[in-house]
């Protein structure tokens, strides 16, 4: 998950960078040689090595983009566990049944 602050995010934006740019980006330049790819005791799976090479992702897909925070262009990774875990999003549902459109929203009502 690649979160960024807002006026992280027009920058790029600005430059003409959409989010599935950013997402492509980022997963064919995530990558770390082999020897690094196992580390932790991780079973490395040979289908993910290309050129000596691992990918961190197995697709764009696996790259989550959130534009969050305040001022600044401030950007930070949380990183999953490779395929031993999935990001899920859920709507904010407010108790009329209704989504919230924001976390605002979620926490006045």
Request: hydrophobic share 35%.
């Amino acid at each position: 998950m690649v979160i960024m602050s807002p006026e992280y995010a027009e920058t790029v934006a600005g430059e003409g960078w959409a989010k599935e740019d950013v997402k492509n980006y980022i997963h064919e330049k995530a990558t770390v040689p082999v020897d690094l790819g196992d580390r932790g005791g991780r079973r490395l799976d040979k289908k993910w090595v290309k050129e000596d090479m691992v990918s961190l992702t197995r697709s764009p897909d696996d790259v989550i983009v959130v534009v969050a925070g305040e001022v600044g262009r401030h950007t930070m990774v949380a990183h999953g566990f490779g395929t031993s875990s999935e990001s899920v999003t859920e709507a904010l549902v407010l108790k009329d049944g209704s989504y919230a459109g924001s976390v605002r929203d979620y926490l006045k009502k």
